[in-house]
Structures are given as structure tokens and as C-alpha cells.
């Protein structure tokens, strides 16, 4: 069977997968496992079954490339931490029908990998991890679960998948306790979890303003974004307060970011995904978070490389461009 036609209602899952269901009668979430770790791979199997959800098939990345393709499950996880010609060929089959049949991804690679798969998975917007512990995939598997529309998950009520959440969160932190963390390792793992839940309420307030202060200035001609120099010692001063400080009592990605763009608009330079979470001051998987509320909430934009398909970049919207034109005119 070819990938292009592929469609959910094609297959009917395997015995061990409808055997679970719901206390309705409804089937329960089933999950799909690709890893080519086998002792990761049984890992996930354990945490996943914690959580309450059904594994539907497990196996490694040459999985899906091998055979005719096999149904996926309502969620996806997969690892990559190392990229060569035929991981990137499974990873871009598994994108299409993810997309097709509307499956949640949840990929973990590695910071050297992590361009190249962000550039080959541009169909079916996955949960991006990077050089993610224990804990870290369980919470992200917690957070797809809870954002499943009412429509895909209509067999469960709103109590199974809040139960489904907390399931997943107390596997989390007993993970969490498993990776036998230091008390200041902890410490700042904690800090970063607690900043990022309210990633999504920041994201909103700041596409609010940043929209707000654009519609305001639609009669009026808009200012030059500023020099690019400019924009630059104003990163390098936010830069200079860890020296000083803790670092983590000024984390602000969304706008640091929102400056590495504006300076590299202005210098005609791309900004690949890396280079970007570099930017954000915060770790990879936190900033993949943001780029990702900074895309739905029109700031940012995915650039693919036309001479080079395994490359893409992140730069700023019209949008955003207009509304932190308008800020430096504003402050200068």
C-alpha cells in the first residue's frame, strides 16, 4: 500500500488494541511507539500503560518504512536522537499520515538532529523534545492528551481525560524522582516546568498587544525596523545580567527571540530552529514550546529552503514585524 493512500478508516486495529476500552463500551486512546532504543522503547511502553492508554503497535524507526503501512495510533511517540537518509525518510512517511489521519506526534531527538527533523515534519505540527528525561516525555504525552478535541476523544468523558492527565503528570513525577535529580538540579527543573505553565496565557497577552499596537497604527505609514547593531547590544545587555544574576529569574524566550528575528530580518540572515532556541535562553524543548505559541499566534512563521528541503528557518510574520517596528519608534 502507498503512503498516499493511507486514511485511519483503511484499517481496523489489531486484536490487542480494540480489546481496550473505556467503561462506556467506547475504545480507549491508543498510542503508537518508534524507537530504536529497545530499552527506551519498553520504557514509554510502561509510562504509556501508567497513564491508562492501550499500545496499539511498538517498534523501531525501519517500522514504518518496512511492509505495507500499519494503522497508528490516536497518539504517536517516536525517537530519534540520530538522523542518516533512511531515519529522515520514516520520519517524513510518519508526517504525512499523522497529518492524514490526524495522529498527535510527540518526537524526542537530539540538538544536532533537531533541524534537520524539524525541517522533514512540517505537515503534521508534532510535540518536539529535545535530549528529553523520563518525566519530560510523560508531561508532554499528559499535555497532548488534554488537548485532544471533544470530538476525537467522544468515547471518553471530560472526567476520563482530565483522570488520563492526572495520571500521566503523578507518572511524570515519579520519573521525575527515578532520574535521581540533585536537589539543584531539581531546583531548576521545577522552576522551568512552573515558568512554562503560563507560556500559553504570555503568548496570548503578548499577541494581544503586539496586535493591538499594529491595528492602532494601520493609517500611519510604518517605521523602519531599527538598526540591526542596535537590537544586538540590546541582546548582549540582557545577556550581561547572568553574570550577575540567576539566570533564570529574567527568562523571557517569547521576547528574546522576538529580537534575534527582528535583528536578523534586518540583517538579511536565517535563523534556523537550533539557532533560535539558542536565542531563547531557555532549554530546547521549552523554547520548541514557544515557537510553537508564537507560530499559532501569527508572530512567527516556518521558512522552508527551497535548494535544500532538509533545511528550515523561523522569521518574523509581517505582523510581528509591523508591531516591534512601532515598539522601537515608540521607546527611541
Known amino acids: 500500500m502507498r503512503d498516499t493512500d493511507f486514511t485511519r478508516q483503511d484499517f481496523t486495529y489489531s486484536a490487542s488494541a480494540a480489546s481496550g476500552a473505556t467503561a462506556s463500551g467506547g475504545p480507549a486512546v491508543t498510542l503508537?511507539?518508534?524507537?530504536?532504543?529497545?530499552h527506551?522503547?519498553?520504557?514509554?511502553?510502561?509510562?504509556?500503560q501508567a497513564a491508562g492508554l492501550t499500545i496499539s503497535a511498538a517498534g523501531s524507526l525501519s517500522d514504518l518504512l518496512d511492509g505495507d503501512a500499519r494503522p497508528l495510533g490516536d497518539v504517536v511517540l517516536v525517537d530519534c536522537p540520530l538522523v542518516d537518509a533512511r531515519a529522515l525518510a520514516a520520519l517524513a512517511r510518519l508526517d504525512l499520515r499523522a497529518a492524514r489521519c490526524e495522529a498527535r506526534l510527540i518526537v524526542s531527538t537530539s540538538v544536532d538532529a533537531l533541524d534537520e527533523?524539524?525541517?522533514?515534519?512540517d505537515l503534521s505540527a508534532p510535540v518536539l523534545l529535545v535530549d528529553p528525561n523520563r518525566a519530560e516525555r510523560v508531561i508532554a504525552l499528559g499535555q497532548v492528551l488534554a488537548g485532544f478535541p471533544s470530538a476525537r476523544l467522544r468515547e471518553l468523558s471530560d472526567d476520563?481525560?482530565?483522570?488520563?492527565?492526572?495520571?500521566?503528570?503523578?507518572?511524570?513525577?515519579?520519573?521525575g524522582r527515578i532520574e535521581r535529580l540533585t536537589p539543584d538540579e531539581k531546583h531548576v527543573k521545577d522552576a522551568r516546568m512552573s515558568a512554562f505553565r503560563f507560556a500559553e496565557d504570555t503568548a496570548e497577552r503578548l499577541s494581544e498587544g503586539l496586535g493591538g499596537m499594529a491595528a492602532s497604527g494601520r493609517r500611519s505609514v510604518r517605521p523602519a525596523l531599527p538598526d540591526a547593531r542596535l537590537v544586538r547590544k540590546i541582546i548582549r545587555q540582557r545577556q550581561q545580567r547572568a553574570?550577575?544574576?540567576?539566570?533564570?529569574?529574567?527568562?523571557?524566550?517569547?521576547?528574546?527571540?522576538?529580537?534575534d528575528l527582528t535583528a536578523a530580518r534586518v540583517e538579511h540572515k536565517r535563523v534556523s530552529v537550533t539557532s533560535l532556541c539558542i536565542a531563547s535562553g531557555v532549554p530546547p524543548t521549552t523554547a520548541l514550546r514557544w515557537i510553537g505559541q508564537m507560530i499559532d499566534a501569527g508572530l512567527f512563521q516556518r521558512v522552508c529552503d527551497d535548494s535544500d528541503r532538509r533545511r528550515a528557518f523561523i522569521?518574523?510574520?509581517?505582523?510581528?514585524?509591523?508591531?516591534?517596528?512601532?515598539?522601537?519608534a515608540d521607546i527611541f
Open 243 to 259: 553574570r550577575y544574576f540567576d539566570a533564570g529569574l529574567f527568562a523571557d524566550p517569547a521576547w528574546d527571540m522576538l529580537l
Open 40 to 48: 527506551l522503547r519498553a520504557l514509554m511502553q510502561d509510562d504509556a
Open 160 to 175: 476520563d481525560r482530565l483522570m488520563l492527565l492526572r495520571l500521566s503528570e503523578q507518572v511524570g513525577q515519579i520519573a
Open 32 to 38: 503508537s511507539i518508534f524507537a530504536d532504543r529497545a
Open 315 to 328: 522569521e518574523l510574520t509581517e505582523k510581528a514585524a509591523d508591531a516591534m517596528a512601532r515598539y522601537f
Open 117 to 121: 527533523v524539524f525541517a522533514c515534519m
